[in-house]
């Protein structure tokens, strides 16, 4: 397993109280990044096989490797638009490695941010104008605060990709993790346990 993979894993663990409100018994969790070249709104990138699942897309702002990058660590959805093939642009790409590739850039504002307590839907945009001034109540304990899930509660034994593999693609890897999710969503439910126990500590 990919350290990517690992990361994402775990960051998709936090939330799992959230989605146990919401009765999402199989959420589509991707970690993404959001990028802007100077002196433009922020952007992110979705690959065509995310896009085309006809789902809605939950994530959570982090790094290329699913470190998360929000501090509050704020669950957001990307509502599945049938029509992004003709909103959104396709631009073309080239890894590292020099592998060619696509992406749809979707701009940030299409989130919404999932209220952690009530389920609520904020537009992106607005619920920024309400981080400006957080209650310190809704602000995301720090990652100190959590159980080490990793070595406590992930060991799950998904199939390991080697990423030196001349045919390894990390997005298509993502993919088929997503839909393991079922596999081990019920061995997770404990750390859903864990965290509902925090949230009524720091309370």
């Given at each position: 397993?990919?350290?990517?993979?690992?990361?994402?894993?775990?960051l998709m663990a936090?939330?799992?109280p959230?989605?146990?409100r919401?009765?999402i018994?199989?959420?589509?969790f991707?970690?993404k990044?959001?990028?802007?070249?100077?002196?433009?709104?922020?952007?992110?990138?979705f690959?065509?096989?995310?896009?085309k699942?006809?789902?809605?897309?939950?994530?959570?702002?982090s790094?290329?490797?699913?470190?998360?990058?929000?501090?509050?660590?704020?669950?957001?959805?990307?509502?599945y638009?049938?029509f992004?093939?003709?909103?959104?642009?396709?631009?073309?790409?080239?890894?590292?490695?020099?592998?060619?590739?696509?992406?749809?850039?979707?701009?940030?504002?299409?989130?919404?941010?999932i209220?952690?307590?009530?389920?609520?839907?904020?537009?992106?945009?607005?619920?920024?104008?309400?981080?400006?001034?957080?209650s310190k109540?809704?602000?995301?304990?720090?990652?100190?605060?959590?159980?080490?899930?990793?070595?406590?509660?992930?060991d799950?034994?998904?199939?390991?990709?080697?990423?030196?593999?001349?045919?390894y693609v990390?997005?298509?890897?993502d993919?088929?993790e997503?839909?393991?999710?079922?596999?081990?969503?019920?061995t997770?439910?404990?750390?859903?346990s864990?965290?509902?126990?925090?949230?009524?500590?720091?309370?």
């Open positions: 397993m990919s350290t990517r993979q690992e990361n994402q894993k775990i936090t939330h799992l959230t989605f146990k919401l009765k018994a199989d959420p589509y991707i970690a990044s959001a990028w802007a070249p100077p002196g433009e709104a922020l952007k992110m990138q690959f065509p096989n995310e896009l699942q006809g789902r809605d897309i939950y994530t959570e702002l790094d290329f490797n699913a470190v998360s990058e929000d501090p509050t660590h704020t669950l957001y959805k990307l509502k638009n049938p992004y093939a003709e909103e959104y642009p396709l631009e073309q790409k080239t890894s590292k490695s020099g592998n060619d590739y696509e992406v749809y850039v979707v701009p940030i504002e299409e989130l919404v941010a209220d952690k307590k009530t389920g609520k839907e904020i537009p992106y945009n607005n619920y920024q104008d309400y981080l400006k001034n957080p109540e809704e602000i995301e304990t720090q990652e100190a605060d959590f159980p080490d899930f990793g070595k406590e509660y992930l799950v034994g998904l199939k390991k990709k080697e990423e030196d593999d001349p045919k990390p997005w298509k890897e993919e088929k997503v839909k393991n999710f079922p596999d081990w969503l019920n997770l439910d404990r750390i859903a864990e965290l509902e126990k925090i949230e009524k500590k720091i309370k």
